[in-house]
């Protein structure tokens, strides 16, 4: 029920439907469907289908987490083992879409209409990945050309020697890891390096901020700017920076650490304490967050203008997380309140219903392909109960059903 539900009122943002029908046979098999036509079946945990036609949405799982297929509208998404696809528009056979079969095969059709291909590292050509465009290669690293934000480069092979095509503003020169330099006329900025990582260094000559910084890896290096200073000693280990709007030190990270900002005309006052792994706390203008015994007990709280969150895990033992908003009359009331006591049980509250379940294995509270393929085998009993007092109790995948209603019981 909760795999169906969940679906309608996560795309709706309203109140869940209501199950008419629902048939189990332990936690293996499941058929359930409600008023409004959303339907779920599985056959755990190898197969898995929740559709909602009132949304156009649909979730296939198969052998889960091998494989998923999700229709949402007009988009459309999968994966299965190493493979991976998408659809912008299922309808229109002229929509961006993609497969990938890593690491060696990539086909598609980009937003912008061009088709392409690639068998890796044998040849192609990529729109885009990783934060790079324009990817083109051919018997990878020979020969490997890819832009960012608008620059060109050249790889013959790489990562050892490069070139820029031609760009006014830029000009760069080196074989890697040896020596290179590398000149941006519109940043104005010169960076240089000799045998990398062991020494870099950069000039920075705009009027903002002009300065100069090295590096002698793993010993020492400055950065000596106009609003910025930096020393550093074993770096990353040891280190004390300062800006116009926030000062650090290092002794030695990560073990110890603090972070202070200032409130500036673009900066919010924060202060960051870390004695890592034992504690550390972080409070900020309507932030607060630490942590002991990391990664262990966690806390954290957050509060804007129509809402308040509270979040404490000691993991994985314990989870309890609240969220309180604001209506447009000003009334505060509780959205989300939500405890999990691992691997006991979970309570997890909402205006529209309060839902309980023993036993509780899953350490993650928003995980939808657990829930629909594998929460059901450790799920004992669960009771839903409505905002009217109404609670309907389920034993034992159904094999015992009853219904309360106040102090009042009612036979299954």
């Known amino acids: ?12 943002n309203s109140a869940p439907d209501h199950v008419v029908r629902r ?6 098999f499941e058929y359930s469907a409600t008023r409004d036509g959303a339907t779920f079946w599985a056959l755990r945990p190898f197969y898995s289908k929740v559709q909602d036609p009132a949304i156009d949405t ?11 297929f999700h229709r949402d509208r007009e988009q459309s998404w999968w994966r299965f083992l190493l493979a991976y696809g998408s659809d912008d528009d299922v309808a229109c056979d002229a929509s961006a879409w993609k497969f990938t079969l890593l690491p060696i095969w990539f086909q598609g059709r980009s937003k912008a ?35 960012v934000n608008g620059v060109e480069r050249v790889y013959t092979p790489w990562p050892f020697y490069s070139r820029l095509t031609e760009n006014p503003h830029l000009r760069e020169e080196g074989i890697f890891p040896i020596w290179s330099s590398k000149i941006n006329t519109k940043r104005q900025v010169e960076h240089h390096y000799a045998f990398w990582p062991f020494w870099t260094s950069a000039v920075y000559s705009d009027a903002r901020n002009p300065g100069s910084s ?11 700017r106009t609003n910025e200073t930096q020393r550093l000693v074993l770096p990353p280990f040891f280190s004390y920076a300062r800006t116009d709007s926030a000062e650090r030190w290092r002794l030695p990270w990560p073990f110890y650490e603090t972070h202070e900002v200032w409130a500036t005309a673009t900066t919010k006052p924060a202060m960051k304490r870390s004695y890592w792994p034992f504690y550390a706390s972080v409070v900020g203008e309507g932030d607060r967050r630490w942590y002991a015994a990391w990664p262990l007990l966690w806390y954290s709280s957050s509060e804007s203008k129509n809402r308040r969150a509270e979040r404490t895990r000691f993991f994985p033992f314990y989870a309890h997380e609240t969220v309180r908003n604001t209506d447009k009359a000003g009334r505060e009331y509780e959205a989300e309140h939500y405890t999990r006591l691992w691997p006991l049980y979970l309570r997890d509250e909402t205006p529209e219903r309060t839902r309980l379940r023993v036993l509780e294995l899953n350490p993650i509270r928003h995980s939808g392909g657990i829930e629909r393929n594998w929460a059901p085998f450790w799920t004992l009993y669960e009771c839903t109960r409505t905002p009217d ?17 106040g102090l009042t019981v009612a036979p299954p």
């Open 23 to 28: 048939f189990r046979l332990g936690p293996f």
């Open 113 to 147: 209409g061009e088709d392409y291909w690639a068998l890796f590292p044998i040849h192609g050509h990529l729109p885009h990945m990783a934060l790079m465009d324009d990817i083109d290669f051919t018997l990878f690293p020979l020969y490997f050309n890819y832009e």
């Open 389 to 405: 007092g109404t609670a309907r109790h389920d034993l034992l995948w159904g094999l015992v059903q009853w219904t309360t209603r």
């Open 1 to 12: 029920m909760a795999c169906v539900t969940a679906l309608a009122a996560g795309a709706t």
């Open 58 to 68: 649909r979730v296939t799982d198969v052998v889960w987490p091998l494989g998923t």
């Open 214 to 224: 090295f590096l002698l890896f793993p010993l020492y290096g400055e950065v000596n």
